[in-house]
Nanobody, 128 residues
C-alpha cells in the first residue's frame, strides 16, 4: 500500500528553522521517479516548493524559497526531507509530500497534477 507520512511541522518565529520529513512505505520510495514538496496556505492554491528527480539527482526549487530551503533524501530510510531556514511569515502553510513513479515528460515538476501519491500534510506556522 502506498503511503507518504509527513512530520516535523510546527510553530517558529521569523528567521527560524524547521526540518520536514516524509517517510515513504511500500514500493513508493524505491520506484519513485520524482518526489516533491508542496504547500498550501488558506485561501490559496497548492504550490510546488521543491522536488528531486531520483535518477539524475536533480533538485529544483520555487524562486520564493531558493537559498533558504533544501530538499534531500535518505535512501536507506526511504525518507524525503525539506530543510527550511530563514523562515518568513509568508512561508506559513500546510506542507505536503508527493511522489510519482512515471517520467511524464513535458509536465513541470511543480504541477500538482504531475503527482499521483500525496501525504496528509504537516502544518508550518511562522510568526513575525
Amino acid at each position: 500500500q502506498v503511503q507518504l507520512v509527513e512530520s516535523g511541522g510546527g510553530s517558529v518565529g521569523a528567521g527560524g528553522s524547521l526540518r520536514l520529513s516524509c517517510a515513504a512505505s511500500g514500493d513508493t520510495y524505491s520506484s519513485s521517479y520524482i518526489m516533491g514538496w508542496f504547500r498550501q496556505a488558506p485561501g490559496k492554491e497548492r504550490e510546488g516548493v521543491a522536488a528531486v528527480y531520483f535518477g539524475r539527482g536533480t533538485t529544483l526549487y520555487a524562486d520564493s524559497v531558493k537559498g533558504r530551503f533544501t530538499i534531500s533524501k535518505d535512501n536507506a530510510k526511504h525518507t524525503l526531507y525539506l530543510q527550511l531556514n530563514s523562515l518568513k511569515p509568508e512561508d506559513t502553510a500546510m506542507y505536503y509530500c508527493a511522489a510519482d513513479q512515471r517520467s511524464r515528460t513535458g509536465i513541470t515538476w511543480s504541477a500538482v497534477h504531475r503527482y499521483v501519491y500525496w501525504g496528509q500534510g504537516t502544518q508550518v506556522t511562522v510568526s513575525s
